[in-house]
């Protein structure tokens, strides 16, 4: 077999908010850059981004700054982020945004013209530069139409199933285009992954069908390092009803913008269990959670706007206790604030146009007038690819890796809106040192076996064809599995359980079978995505049975507190030499006493 191949000095993968703003940066810098998505290019995941992008602008409260903002970072991720990645994130944001509106997007205002800025949950001061609620599609639409401009050459709707390498190195990836099945190989001195999450590991997620962990997978196969793989976000609020949109994302911006949550006694539960490191920042009745949404600087924040690890949490202990609502969740209500505000049906649907959409037409309520159902749903992934804060090269020469698929700025918990903002300023960096690794390093030769071997092994499912196991049914199964055994409460038993049954899922993968052909044929995609989305379980899995404690999105009934020896290290897998995975625990590096002092200044 001879398969097309094309050379660059710099190869994005992904196509999302971190892959665009890499790939601009590395053309930027004069070198020749590729870009491939699994979808058309303008639909990655991150179009589905809703409440907002963090940054200390200070627009709306002027004591906000990248302290602030660092600070709050750090708590919600319960101190086991990358402190020198949750500082430059912190500090360059605001720059970051600033130069998003400069090519084009178009914020909501203040009523002095400048970025206006929302309240969302653990972030101190109103932080969130927004559009509405659609502001993933602005982020997309300004980085597209921005790059469009500046010669990447761009491959859509191509799945990437293998990196190549040599001498050590990454030096480029094959793969198939989606529509046609044909090989194509791609050459490249540095490779930038940029492939979000790995939601889709769950039953229950507010994730695009693109997110099943290929990035994470694929760095894991040539010997990169995972990190934080245990944190997974379990978002609070995802719609429960009709069982069809069961998952959907139900923007912390309703929350941001007044909304309550509710148990089916009418409680307003959230008051009820306040974490003792934020009891100082949260209001203490209603009256003055209210009038903070309203943006009161004298008012502290309402309980529904802590952390998302500590309200998902609060609502499965409403549901637990039969408290909860018809279909299983709780109620969120901001039809309510009409009691506040005299044209409160107008104003929603000027904050929360696509919410008001959503809920009208897929489960036929009137977000003005009634509460929504809502429950926790897997929204994000902490973990990820192994970097360097400042290069965000993983630990394989050559290979480097931005956005959702990357870990360590969010720690154990990311806030709502940082990802937004993880986007632009990772993005950004990794293009610009993917580009100077580009100028200081050869291009390496192909290995064509190794692109052969990649062929055959994505092709295998054509050969067991309808003997062969349906790969749906090894999908369903493994999303049930990872749902009830390394949820929202894990214990170790049941983890252990799902390390059998993963074997088992692996077992039945090995002999998927599809029939048809090539041409655009989901079968054959949904066996292909079936390698990844193992990968990234064993390593959820196997990284949840080592931390032992309960801590920001990983919570364990058998050890429910925080234990301060597991705040002082992060869990990384890797490819042992008999192939199987490792799992390691490595010390966090001493925070700098500057940064200390910054962190102990907020609290
Ligand atoms: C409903 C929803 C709302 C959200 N709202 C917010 C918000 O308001 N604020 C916020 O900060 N965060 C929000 N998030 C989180 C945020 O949207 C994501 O974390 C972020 O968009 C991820 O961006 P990314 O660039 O890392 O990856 P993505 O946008 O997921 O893009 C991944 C890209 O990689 C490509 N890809 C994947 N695998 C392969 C492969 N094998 N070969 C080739 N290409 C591949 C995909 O096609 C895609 O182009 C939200 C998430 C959801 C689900």
Request: net charge neutral; hydrophobic share 40%.
């Amino acid at each position: 077999m001879d398969f097309e191949t094309y050379d660059y000095d710099v190869l994005v993968i992904g196509a999302g908010g971190a892959g665009l703003r890499a790939a601009i940066e590395a053309s930027a810098a004069g070198v020749k850059v590729g870009l491939i998505c699994k979808s058309l290019l303008g639909k990655a995941h991150t179009v589905m981004a809703e409440g907002g992008v963090a940054a200390a602008l200070a627009n709306v409260d002027d004591r906000d700054n990248w302290k602030v903002h660092f600070a709050d970072t750090m708590r919600g991720g319960q101190y086991v982020n990358n402190w020198r990645m949750a500082e430059l994130h912190a500090r360059e944001a605001p720059d970051r945004v600033r130069e998003l509106e400069a090519w084009g997007a178009v914020f909501d205002r203040t009523s002095d013209g400048r970025i206006l800025q929302r309240n969302f949950g653990g972030h101190r001061y109103p932080r969130l530069a927004h559009v509405g609620d659609r502001t993933g599609l602005e982020l997309i639409r300004t980085l597209q139409d921005y790059g469009v401009h500046r010669g990447i050459a761009v491959h859509m709707e191509f799945t990437v199933t293998r990196l190549l390498t040599a001498d050590g190195r990454v030096v480029g990836a094959v793969g198939y285009e989606r529509e046609r099945g044909r090989f194509k190989v791609f050459s490249a001195t540095a490779t930038v992954l940029a492939t979000g999450g790995a939601g889709r590991a769950y039953k229950i997620t507010s994730n695009s069908w693109e997110g099943t962990g290929d990035g994470h997978a694929l760095a894991y196969q040539v010997g990169a390092e995972l990190m934080d793989m245990e944190f997974i976000q379990f978002h609070p609020t995802g719609m429960i009803w009709p069982p069809s949109v069961q998952g959907i994302l139900v923007t912390e911006g309703v929350r941001g913008e007044g909304g309550i949550l509710l148990n089916k006694e009418g409680r307003r539960f959230m008051f009820d269990d306040i974490p003792e490191a934020y009891r100082k920042q949260t209001a203490d009745n209603e009256e003055e959670g209210w009038r903070y949404t309203q943006g009161d600087k004298d008012a502290r924040r309402p309980p529904e706007l802590l952390t998302r690890d500590h309200v998902a949490r609060c609502i499965m202990r409403e549901v637990k206790a039969g408290r909860g609502s018809p279909h299983g969740g709780v109620f969120l209500d901001i039809a309510w604030i009409k009691k506040k505000l005299p044209d409160a049906e107008t104003h929603i649907k000027r904050k929360l146009p696509s919410m008001y959409h959503q809920f009208k037409e897929l489960a036929d309520i009137d977000i003005t007038k009634e509460p929504m159902e809502v429950g926790p749903t897997t929204h994000y992934i902490m973990g990820g690819v192994r970097v360097n804060a400042d290069t965000q090269m993983s630990t394989v020469p050559g290979l480097f890796a931005a956005g959702e698929c990357a870990a360590g700025i969010n720690g154990a918990n990311r806030l709502g809106g940082n990802s937004l903002s993880d986007l632009l300023v990772f993005g950004k960096r990794a293009g610009e040192y993917a580009a100077a690794f580009a100028r200081d390093n050869r291009r390496a030769a192909i290995n064509q076996a190794e692109v052969r071997a990649a062929a055959d092994e994505a092709l295998k499912p054509f050969a067991a064809g309808s003997q062969g196991e349906n790969p749906y049914a090894i999908q369903a199964a493994l999303q049930d599995m990872m749902q009830s055994h390394v949820g929202i409460v894990r214990s170790e038993q049941e983890m252990r359980e799902a390390l059998q049954e993963l074997g088992t899922l692996k077992g039945r993968a090995a002999r998927a079978g599809v029939t048809g052909n090539r041409d655009y044929n989901p079968g054959w995609h949904t066996a292909i995505d079936l390698g990844s989305l193992l990968t990234v379980s064993e390593a959820i899995t196997r990284s949840a049975i080592e931390r032992k404690e309960s801590r920001g999105g990983h919570f364990r009934e058998d050890y429910p507190e925080r234990i301060p020896q597991f705040g002082k290290i992060n869990i990384v897998t890797r490819k042992a030499a008999d192939g199987s995975m490792q799992v390691v625990r490595v010390p966090i590096p001493e925070m700098p006493p500057a940064l200390k002092h910054v962190i102990e200044d907020q609290r």
